[in-house]
């Protein structure tokens, strides 16, 4: 029974909605952290050029630096977001020449000022500053004693930049996520058209219609229309099969009663209760044949829909052999044949099988083997390892060579005659239903060797049908043992 699960284009969203999001987090992430950076690289550029501008502002009188701030550099500064402005100038010795803040600046932050420009993050008074600090020689005047600068303003002007160029960011992803999201739908609708066309192909289709699919599809759905053609040509060959079985199972039961209707009417002619007599011992003989095909039929049947091994249990397959030969002894049917039993294997031969299934096949064999060979005949049950069954013959040899390496764990029964046998030509054909070698001077069915064949497919193997030498037939079952029962199996 099939249960409905979500659509594959659902699904299909899904994963597209959880891969975008995945790597749309990881993108605006991404420019967050880029905007961050682009406003820094753009406000440190103005600490720079009002460096730059106080420096050249520097004047050594007398040997001594002084500073005028000169109005541009203080403009620089502040932004156009009004930032509080911090600036600092002092001797090399760290003595102070003029500041406007009492900035955090360190002995490290000194130092590393001393051989670079720095920039760098601080805390003044509670608030994010942002600090950059040089050096600066007295360059044209009779001193040489360097001096260093400081200059800073607070971060809110960059943290607005950076949110401004965020919010820019983010606005071109949300819209080429809108324009992915229409471009994902009409490639996933015209992608999975494929679908669509093979699912109202089946639709249309009639319910006895099995014939092959002819549609355009993708390379990953030509598999699935193969696996679909195949399962149609499954189809047809077991519809084709039940059509002739029952064409066949309907000539073989209208023939029998159409004996007996013109029996029975030619009796209702003669006015001798002798006449009448004869013609009820045929319509008995005709009847019975009639119940054993039905029943054979039955079985057949039953066999094709019956669930596999459903009754399975360890049997010793030679005890069974033995029980059905001795009955067969008795049997007014073979009362005319020498059944015998040769069992070479070390007993008992354990095997996992349906009794009534195994049963029911040697039944059909040893009635087959009685019904078309003359009287007289010998015909011997034989159970032996596989690949040696009682030197079965070539043929056997043949079949059995790829169980050489593991003989002892599989048993072969078989039964063999020494009747006229069958042409080579019919020999693949016996387990067909109604199929009888060409014979028609018996009054089989044809169904003994295709209700067999389809009890060994039941367990796991096939019959095999070969010629004996000088004459005769041999057909043999191979199976694998069975562990026995435990002690507390019945």
């Not at 995945?22 to 600490?47: F, H, N, P, V, W």
């Not at 000169?70 to 090399?92: G, H, K, N």
């Not at 965020?166 to 494929?194: E, N, Q, Y």
Request: aromatic share 4%; hydrophobic share 40%.
């Amino acid at each position: 029974m099939i249960s409905p699960r979500t659509s594959l284009k659902r699904r299909l969203t899904l994963w597209l909605i959880v891969i975008v999001a995945g790597l749309g987090t990881l993108l605006l992430i991404e420019a967050y952290t880029s905007a961050r950076k682009a406003a820094d690289r753009a406000m440190d550029g103005q600490l720079e050029a009002a460096s730059l501008t106080i420096a050249e502002s520097l004047q050594w009188p007398e040997g001594k630096p002084t500073l005028e701030m000169p109005a541009s550099a203080l403009q620089i500064l502040a932004t156009r977001w009004q930032e509080r402005v911090f600036y600092w100038l002092q001797a090399d010795n760290g003595v102070s020449i003029t500041r406007n803040a009492d900035l955090p600046i360190t002995a490290a932050m000194q130092e590393d000022a001393r051989h670079q420009p720095v920039y760098l993050d601080a805390v003044y008074e509670g608030q994010p500053i942002r600090l950059s600090g040089r050096e600066v020689d007295s360059a044209g005047w009779d001193t040489q004693e360097p001096v260093q600068l400081w200059v800073g303003h607070t971060r809110r002007g960059r943290d607005l930049l950076a949110q401004e160029l965020f919010r820019k960011s983010a606005t071109r992803f949300a819209a080429m996520v809108l324009i992915t999201a229409v471009l994902v739908a009409i490639a996933m609708r015209t992608m999975l058209a494929p679908l669509r066309r093979l699912r109202q192909a089946l639709r249309d289709r009639r319910a006895d219609d099995i014939s092959p699919l002819a549609l355009g599809v993708p390379r990953e759905m030509q598999e699935l229309i193969e696996t679909l053609n195949r399962l149609f040509a499954d189809q047809r060959r077991h519809r084709d099969a039940l059509l002739r079985f029952i064409a066949d199972a309907s000539h073989q039961l209208k023939t029998p009663l159409a004996g007996l209707q013109s029996t029975s009417e030619l009796a209702l002619t003669q006015p001798h209760p002798e006449a009448w007599r004869q013609a009820l011992i045929t319509v008995h003989d005709s009847a019975e044949r009639t119940s054993r095909l039905a029943g054979q039929m039955l079985s057949l049947t039953r066999l094709q829909h019956l669930a596999p091994g459903h009754e399975r249990q360890p049997l010793a397959l030679d005890r069974l052999m033995r029980d059905v030969a001795l009955d067969w002894a008795d049997r007014q049917v073979s009362r005319d044949h020498d059944i015998g039993l040769a069992v070479d294997v070390a007993t008992p031969a354990w095997v996992e099988g349906e009794r009534w299934a195994l049963q029911e096949l040697l039944n059909n064999l040893i009635d087959n083997a009685c019904r078309y060979t003359p009287a007289g005949s010998e015909i011997t049950l034989r159970l032996g390892n596989a690949g040696n069954a009682g030197n079965a013959g070539n043929a056997d040899n043949a079949d059995n060579a790829d169980n050489n390496d593991g003989s002892t764990e599989r048993v072969t029964l078989s039964i063999e005659d020494n009747g006229p046998g069958v042409d080579t030509e019919s020999l693949t054909r016996l387990t067909q239903p109604f199929e009888r070698g060409r014979r028609q001077d018996t009054h089989g069915s044809g169904l003994g060797l295709a209700i067999a064949d389809s009890i060994a497919e039941r367990h796991g193997g096939h019959l095999r049908v070969s010629l004996c030498e000088p004459q005769g037939l041999r057909i043999s079952l191979t199976l694998p043992r069975g562990a026995p029962p435990q002690e507390n199996e019945p």
